[in-house]
């Protein structure tokens, strides 16, 4: 759930925005100056991540880790005032029947929309994230149905948690096309 200064944004998609890579740079520099050496990759994950894809002003950015040491990444990271979202979902999630640890942090308060989630760099759901990302940047039908999507459910959805679950089935019919892009292309981890 948002923290209360998060609240007031409510539930927006709105038309790609061209500044989405610059503000996702930004925030990535932060995170290599608080957590440099921990650093595996940044990745931009997420609708953001997809030009010409119609998201939540909200910046989504992948840390992967070698191993998720979570007293040190939560130490360093609250230093430079994000704060890591408490939710059981933003601490564990679930690809093909098995349970991976991430954290979720929030940024400073007053500071623009975003989510940064740690995961180990070996785990299913930093594949599933990527994959996401490339799958509806290299497919323009899926990625115009998904905004389209993802609009009509703004609509509805009376917080962003009710946002959140409804979008959790319809993402999984999603990463059905996404694997057999995937095996069909070849496409690997970048």
Not at 18 to 34: I, K
Not at 134 to 160: C, M, P, S
Not at 172 to 181: K, Q
Request: charged share 25%.
């Amino acid at each position: 759930m948002p923290f209360p200064d998060e609240l007031g944004r409510g539930i927006a998609v709105v038309p790609y925005d061209a500044r989405w890579p610059d503000a996702f740079v930004a925030l990535t520099n932060r995170v290599q100056g608080a957590l440099e050496p921990l650093i595996v990759k940044v990745d931009h994950i997420g609708s953001t991540s997809v030009p010409g894809l119609a998201a939540k002003d909200c910046i989504d950015l992948q840390v992967r880790v070698d191993t998720l040491d979570e007293d040190t990444i939560i130490s360093r990271f609250e230093k430079i005032g994000f704060r890591v979202r408490p939710e059981a979902w933003n601490r564990v999630e679930i690809a093909f029947g098995v349970k991976w640890q991430k954290l979720v942090f929030a940024p400073p308060p007053g500071e623009r929309a975003s989510n940064v989630h740690f995961r180990e760099a070996a785990s299913e759901t930093a594949r599933r994230n990527l994959l996401f990302r490339d799958f509806l940047r290299a497919n323009d039908t899926a990625r115009d149905a998904w905004g389209a999507f993802k609009h009509q459910l703004a609509l509805i959805a009376t917080d962003i948690y009710q946002y959140g679950q409804i979008k959790v089935g319809p993402t999984e019919i999603l990463m059905i096309a996404a694997e057999s892009w995937a095996a069909d292309t070849g496409w690997v981890v970048p």
